[in-house]
């Protein structure tokens, strides 16, 4: 089946750094998304990304689609304790049922 | 708007005991799912409704049963509980089958 490989597992960051995470897989996907999950909460949507090579931001976070479809990273700049968290790419292709599949997380800590 | 609400938040069961976890989602979203969260295994699809009337199975459906109630509303029930059924459980709801997802809280559920 397909699967999302998420890297890194986890971080630990000062505050204030820059965070990069990413999502790999050998299938090919027309949508990817990217989750947050608080402790104690479900996840929740991030940014989405519908095109190859599409670049969107939200507040600090940025996210791209990969030009090979196969892909897509987030950074989050100047990291603040709030971002603590799991971070989740979820994938989706769009050929008969649309499945989406996730990613196992990356669980980010933030140092004060 | 509530969003997607969960009950119960919390649940300890001994081995062969049954219980219904519900969801209710209050965005008149057509599609609705129930996830299981392990550590180290992301989320994993138990059953889905693509639409009110309609379920099907998921990732892992072996151990649980659904029901689509209304609209609104969409339950996952444990017959006969197992130790490898501990997990958090999440319900989402989508407005179109495998759209952009909304995440309940979760029910932690132990069984014993």
């Known amino acids: 089946g397909q699967q999302l490989n998420q890297s890194p597992q986890s971080m630990f960051i000062q505050e204030g750094e820059d965070v990069s995470m990413n999502c790999t897989s050998s299938?090919?996907?027309?949508?990817w998304l990217w989750y947050k999950q608080d402790p104690g909460e479900g996840p929740v949507l991030l940014i989405a990304?519908?095109?190859?090579?599409e670049l969107t931001s939200n507040g600090r976070l940025t996210a791209q689609f990969g030009i090979t479809r196969k892909d897509s990273f987030l950074n989050i700049s100047a990291s603040i304790p709030s971002d603590v968290g799991i971070y989740f790419c979820?994938?989706?292709?769009?050929?008969?049922?649309?499945?989406?599949?996730f990613g196992t997380g990356t669980k980010l800590q933030v140092i004060p | 708007n509530a969003g997607v609400t969960q009950t119960p938040k919390f649940q300890v069961l001994k081995t062969g005991q049954s219980m219904t976890l519900q969801c209710a989602q209050d965005?008149?979203?057509?599609?609705m799912y129930w996830y299981r969260q392990d550590p180290g295994m992301g989320l994993r699809l138990i059953y889905y409704?693509?639409?009110?009337?309609?379920?099907d199975k998921g990732e892992v459906p072996n151990g649980y049963n659904v029901s689509r109630l209304n609209k609104r509303e969409f339950s996952l029930r444990l017959e006969s509980a197992a130790p490898s059924q501990t997990s958090v459980y999440f319900c989402?709801?989508?407005?179109?089958?495998?759209?952009?997802?909304?995440f309940g809280p979760g029910t932690r559920l132990t069984v014993l």
């Open positions: 965005m008149n979203h057509n599609s």
């Open positions: 990304l519908y095109k190859a090579g």
């Open positions: 299938s090919i996907f027309n949508t």
């Open positions: 989402a709801s989508s407005e179109v089958r495998d759209n952009e997802q909304f």
């Open positions: 979820a994938a989706r292709y769009s050929g008969g049922y649309q499945k989406v599949t």
């Open positions: 409704s693509a639409s009110e009337g309609t379920t």
